[in-house]
């Protein structure tokens, strides 16, 4: 008896990184293409055309349509505590304390709140650029509005 039929055979035909919605996370993908073949004895011997084309998720094996690619990840939300962790390495980076207040409360935080964090970040002296009325922690020496460098704390 000859057995014949059809099997599918899978070639890799690219790899990268993507978002897996199984996994909700970046993962590595196989972009796969199958192909059907006219199979004797369950040995693929003539190619009958494409399937098509789908990509899987090494880690966790879901197999996607290609679109997926196209697909980022969900933004991530900015929340108040991201925001308080960067006070710090913005005010001694440069940025203008009045800035920062106004990102902070922009965020949701009471001014009260923003100024007394700044305070405790930086401490009670500022460097002041009369030009732009913005202040400084004591540490910067230069405005970043206008590049002049900043006076000796008042
Ligand atoms: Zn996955
Ligand atoms: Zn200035």
Redesign the pocket.
Known sequence: MIIFGTRNKFKTVGTGQFY????Q?Q?TYEKKQAKRYFALYFVPLIPMGDIGEFVE??????TYNVEVLKAKAPEKHVGAVELLNSVKSRLLGGDPVEYVVRDLTVAGIERDMALSLVQSTIGDQRKLCKNCNLSYAADITQCQECKMPLPESA
């Open positions: 897996c919605p199984h996994c996370m993962r998720c090494t880690t966790c094996h879901t």
